[in-house]
Nanobody, 115 residues
C-alpha cells in the first residue's frame, strides 16, 4: 500500500523559505508524475508544481522563480523548496502521486506566511 506523508510546513515571515517534504512508502509502479497542490482558505485547490517521470518540472505562474520541486530516490522523498514566501502562499500543501494504476494523496501540511 502506497502512503505519502508530508512534513516541513509551519509559519514563515514574508521573504523567508520553507522546505516541504513528502516521504513515500510502498511499492510504486508506473509513475507518471509527482505533484504538489495547495488550497488556501476559501479557495479552490491549485496545482503548484509538477515533476514528470522524465524529470521535467513545471510550475504555476505565481510561484515560478520562487519554488522548486525535486525528488530524491535514495530518500524516497519528494521536496518542494519554497523561497521568497508571500502571504498569498498561505495554504495547505499536499503531495500527489499520479501513476498509470491510480492516484495517491498525502494528508497535507499547513504553510502560513505572515507579514
Amino acid at each position: 500500500q502506497v502512503q505519502l506523508v508530508e512534513s516541513g510546513g509551519g509559519t514563515a515571515q514574508v521573504g523567508e523559505s520553507l522546505i516541504l517534504s513528502c516521504t513515500h512508502s510502498g511499492n510504486i509502479l508506473g509513475i507518471r508524475s509527482w505533484n504538489w497542490y495547495r488550497q488556501g482558505a476559501g479557495r479552490q485547490r491549485e496545482l503548484v508544481a509538477t515533476l514528470s517521470s522524465r524529470g521535467a518540472a513545471n510550475y504555476t505562474n505565481s510561484v515560478k522563480g520562487r519554488f522548486a520541486i525535486s525528488h530524491d530516490n535514495e530518500q524516497d522523498t519528494l521536496f518542494l523548496y519554497t523561497n521568497n514566501l508571500k502571504p498569498e502562499d498561505t495554504a495547505v500543501y499536499t503531495c500527489h502521486l499520479h501513476t498509470w494504476y491510480g492516484d495517491y494523496w498525502g494528508m497535507g501540511t499547513q504553510v502560513t506566511v505572515s507579514s
